[in-house]
């Protein structure tokens, strides 16, 4: 079956780094996009950042472009969440997600596989 695992959540000071890291197994990791998509308390679950099959397109939500960085490794079946400058509003719970098809990037119903999330909490 599909899985997709994140790790590198945790607790950082406002301005800080996380590396966030999802391995999937169980697809063929070249046939989907991959998204990070995150979700606070009390609020829905957004979108953050995208990533194409070969890694050549990468798309951001406006909030945190020019902050976070997508990326993946397609030998290991891993993407990456470079995210640097941390804020306390970008406290969250963040979840990879796998998609294949014309299913749009930044929306959560075109991504057929999840994971079960990492935590990140920035203090300010």
């Known amino acids: 079956q599909v899985q997709l695992v994140e790790s590198g959540g945790g607790l950082v000071q406002a301005g800080g780094s996380l590396r966030l890291s999802c391995t999937a197994s169980?697809?063929?990791?070249?046939?989907?996009?991959m998204g990070w998509f995150r979700q606070a308390p009390g609020k829905e679950r957004e979108f953050v950042a995208a990533?194409?099959?070969?890694?050549?397109?990468?798309y951001y939500a406006d909030s945190v472009k020019g902050r976070f960085t997508i990326s993946r490794d397609n030998a290991k079946n891993t993407v990456y969440l470079q995210m640097n400058s941390l804020k306390p509003e970008d406290t969250a719970v963040y979840y990879c997600?796998?998609?294949?098809?014309?299913?749009?990037?930044?929306?959560?119903?075109?991504?057929?596989?999840w994971g079960h999330g990492t935590r990140v909490t920035v203090s300010s």
């Open positions: 997600a796998a998609g294949v098809g014309g299913g749009s990037y930044d929306y959560a119903g075109g991504y057929a596989h």
């Open positions: 169980g697809l063929t990791f070249t046939n989907y996009r």
């Open positions: 990533i194409m099959r070969s890694g050549g397109n990468t």
